[in-house]
């Protein structure tokens, strides 16, 4: 059961409020800097050229495709949250031309002078045209998802055979602990889904099953947060310069065989299977 559409609704407000905080502050922020690095290595894996079609599952309020808007000339974006849609067109990207419809192929023919197309949707039951988007995203998506396989075969659906999915989930071994400590917490009954969201983690081989069942191909697959995941470092990282010597480390650790068990984020490209 996901509880993500009650939970995000009702704190989209404070959502866009913390990164526009977080943006302002004067205090170095390690969690927000590692966001915005995990960011900018999905957009490079993406490849995103100019006039790609290029959508976003879970688009939030919007902050992705922000950054995508820089490379392409208009952008689509779902979400299965209708007040996080809102924040995009009232807060992150007020000053675009944003429409929220309930078509994305009435909408792209309607509109096409918007540069942000959205639609309430959720990628458990997602509802997207067929071969129609060139680059498809999800950032902090997928660790919302209980039923993880399906969602992936949602997304083979309607995809074209020469797209790209990018995604990030978060391993269940990360050296942060969290995904093992929630995931205590919730078999005990200690999780409250009135309060916090319900969240899911895999292992990299369950992840690679899930792909493959799904009818999709790994084309790249990199691991992130090894140091940035554990809250004592992040303590020491006060500044730039220290962020960007642990961040250079951290991806060559990340990377090692054995260390890179314990990284906290997957990020991976896939494509459709060629067998299928």
Known sequence: MENAKEYYDKTSR??????????????????????KKIMETVLEMARVEKNDRVVELGCG???????????????????????????????????????????FLEADARHRDAEV???????????LPKNYFDKMLSVEVLRYVDDLENALC??????????????????????SLFPVKFSIRKILGLVNPQKELLQYFVTERSIRR???????????FRKMGLLFAKPLIKKFIKNQAAAEKIYKLDKALSGKPILG???DTFVVAVKKSASL
């Open 261 to 263: 068990k314990f990284a």
């Open 210 to 220: 899930y792909l493959k069942n799904a009818g999709l191909e790994v084309v790249e």
């Open 14 to 35: 404070e959502y866009v409020q913390k990164w526009q905080d977080m943006d302002r502050q004067s205090t170095f922020n390690a969690s927000f800097y590692f966001r």
């Open 117 to 127: 197309l959205l639609m309430p949707n959720g990628i458990s039951k997602l509802d």
């Open 61 to 103: 309020t919007g902050l992705v495709l922000r950054e995508l808007l820089k490379k392409t000339g208009r952008v689509f974006g779902t979400d299965i949250s209708p007040e996080m849609l809102k924040r995009v067109q009232d807060s992150t990207l007020k000053d675009k031309k944003v429409v929220i419809a309930e078509n």
């Open 154 to 175: 949602n997304v083979a659906a309607v995809m074209k055979m020469d797209s790209r999915y990018i995604f990030t989930i978060t391993n269940f071994w990360s050296s």
